[in-house]
């Protein structure tokens, strides 16, 4: 690889491991990002050889921040679209082996030089999808909000918080936020919606249980989204599946395709990710720290059966349909 393209790697996992670069949608859009550049200064022409370089470059990053998923399935999208161009290059070969013509031959000649730029532009068109998930996602609000509805979410989601906007715009609800202890990004969030002249109160988090009976539905951002349905939210996210579970209360989950992750939640603790226990005890509280061990996760895990419906830039989808979603999307067998 060329010199400038290794230097934007090594810069990326450095970001990555620092966590410089934190959350789903910035990590797939700097993963995509990359990638794109990684295949238009490659020059190999074998499908074969540009997947593996794909899969070196994606398991550096990988190997930089585990718990950001999205980079997995970036890596994973991009082989699916190699194989996909592999596939009209082929089609076009059995085409051309069947001409007697000069013209088509040089025809086909052509179109193998140009399989590096046909998987080039399929990276750019991924990542105007990427840019317009959340557009996607909030166009659905008005099938999915009504008048005098009381929403509840948890913390601070962009793409929650669009999608309330978005379903303001012609209904009028009420939306109760968790304030989501020690992070306070519920206060955050409720600051944007009242800001956007939506009717939203804050509760704190052992109030979630007290007022779920008067909830019409649950709204509630990804992390990631497994392979069998189930969601890496923020912390807080559990309890609120709980509640809801209790009073039937049913839970829709925004999230774009880029968080579909293939793994399967074998051991739950491995998507979670403790942060500084500052904000629950501070250092300089007194000598106590040294007598215990504080924890702070920073994400829950919710399982299928507590989710309602999944709303995506591709549409609405239950649980079930995830791993077809996932399927269709990657290339899932190739390690």
């Given at each position: 690889m060329l010199k400038e393209i290794n230097y934007q790697i090594d810069s990326l996992v450095a970001k990555l491991r620092r966590r410089q670069i934190v959350g789903s949608y910035n990590v797939a859009i700097a993963t995509s990002r990359l990638l794109r550049n990684v295949v238009a200064a490659s020059r190999c022409n074998?499908?074969?050889?540009?997947?593996?370089?794909?899969?070196?470059?994606?398991?550096?990053?990988?190997?930089?921040?585990?718990?950001?998923?999205?980079?997995?399935?970036?890596?994973?999208r991009v082989l699916h679209l190699i194989k996909e161009e592999h596939n009209v290059e082929t089609e076009a070969s059995d085409a051309a082996e069947t001409a007697e013509t000069t013209s088509e031959s040089d025809d086909f000649g052509e179109r193998r030089r140009n399989f590096v730029a046909d998987v080039k532009q399929s990276i750019e068109e991924m990542i105007d999808e990427l840019e317009n998930t959340s557009t996607n996602i909030s166009n659905q609000a008005w099938e999915h909000i009504h008048s005098k509805e009381i929403i509840l979410t948890v913390g601070r989601s962009k793409t929650v918080e669009h999608?309330?906007?978005?379903?303001?715009?012609?209904?009028?609800?009420?939306?109760?936020?968790?304030?989501?202890?020690?992070?306070?990004?519920?206060h955050e969030m409720a600051l944007a919606l009242s800001s956007a002249g939506i009717d939203t109160t804050v509760i704190t988090d052992t109030a979630i249980f007290a007022v779920m009976s008067r909830v019409n539905k649950v709204i509630l951002g990804a992390h990631a989204v497994t392979a069998n349905g189930g969601v890496v939210a923020v912390c807080g996210s559990q309890l609120v599946a709980a509640a809801a579970k209790e009073y039937s209360t049913p839970i829709v989950v925004c999230t774009g395709l880029h968080k579909l992750s293939p793994s399967y939640p074998y051991d739950t603790d491995i998507f979670n990710?403790?942060?500084?226990?500052?904000?629950?005890?501070?250092?300089?509280?007194?000598?106590?720290?040294?007598?215990?061990?504080?924890?702070?996760?920073?994400?829950?895990?919710v399982g299928p059966e507590d989710v309602s419906l999944f709303i995506t830039n591709v549409g609405t989808h239950p649980p079930s349909f995830v791993q077809r979603l996932i399927y269709d999307t990657y290339i899932v067998d190739e390690e």
């Amino acid at each position: 690889m060329l010199k400038e393209i290794n230097y934007q790697i090594d810069s990326l996992v450095a970001k990555l491991r620092r966590r410089q670069i934190v959350g789903s949608y910035n990590v797939a859009i700097a993963t995509s990002r990359l990638l794109r550049n990684v295949v238009a200064a490659s020059r190999c022409n074998d499908v074969e050889q540009l997947s593996a370089l794909v899969k070196e470059v994606g398991s550096r990053l990988e190997g930089a921040q585990p718990i950001e998923l999205a980079v997995g399935n970036m890596v994973k999208r991009v082989l699916h679209l190699i194989k996909e161009e592999h596939n009209v290059e082929t089609e076009a070969s059995d085409a051309a082996e069947t001409a007697e013509t000069t013209s088509e031959s040089d025809d086909f000649g052509e179109r193998r030089r140009n399989f590096v730029a046909d998987v080039k532009q399929s990276i750019e068109e991924m990542i105007d999808e990427l840019e317009n998930t959340s557009t996607n996602i909030s166009n659905q609000a008005w099938e999915h909000i009504h008048s005098k509805e009381i929403i509840l979410t948890v913390g601070r989601s962009k793409t929650v918080e669009h999608f309330l906007k978005v379903a303001a715009q012609v209904r009028e609800f009420q939306v109760i936020v968790a304030e989501t202890a020690p992070s306070y990004q519920g206060h955050e969030m409720a600051l944007a919606l009242s800001s956007a002249g939506i009717d939203t109160t804050v509760i704190t988090d052992t109030a979630i249980f007290a007022v779920m009976s008067r909830v019409n539905k649950v709204i509630l951002g990804a992390h990631a989204v497994t392979a069998n349905g189930g969601v890496v939210a923020v912390c807080g996210s559990q309890l609120v599946a709980a509640a809801a579970k209790e009073y039937s209360t049913p839970i829709v989950v925004c999230t774009g395709l880029h968080k579909l992750s293939p793994s399967y939640p074998y051991d739950t603790d491995i998507f979670n990710l403790c942060i500084n226990p500052d904000a629950v005890y501070s250092f300089e509280a007194g000598d106590i720290i040294d007598s215990v061990d504080i924890v702070n996760p920073h994400f829950d895990y919710v399982g299928p059966e507590d989710v309602s419906l999944f709303i995506t830039n591709v549409g609405t989808h239950p649980p079930s349909f995830v791993q077809r979603l996932i399927y269709d999307t990657y290339i899932v067998d190739e390690e």
